[in-house]
């Protein structure tokens, strides 16, 4: 797939946009097949803000 899109980059041409696009769909359908077998990963925390107060907890 990411030989797909760098010949895309590299010509802009439409076949190569279609080829990259085809792998990409191809690739997300089997991440959800895989996903729907072994279960959704854990999402990721919520990243704490430059601004947030350590010794507040849950105050918001």
Same mark, same amino acid.
């Given at each position: ?6 010949? =895309? ?7 190569? #946009?279609? !080829?990259?696009?085809? #792998?990409?769909?191809? $690739? +997300?359908?089997? $991440?959800?097949? %895989? =996903?729907? $077998? %072994?279960?959704? @990963?854990?999402? #990721? @925390? ?5 601004? +947030?107060? @350590?010794?507040?907890? +849950?105050? !918001?």
């Amino acid at each position: 797939m990411r030989e797909a899109q760098k010949e =895309y980059f590299r010509t802009r041409s439409r076949s190569s #946009l279609e !080829k990259s696009k085809r #792998l990409e769909r191809e $690739i +997300d359908a089997e $991440i959800k097949r %895989v =996903y729907a $077998i %072994v279960g959704a @990963p854990p999402a #990721l @925390p919520p990243e704490r803000s430059l601004f +947030d107060n @350590p010794e507040e907890k +849950d105050a !918001k």
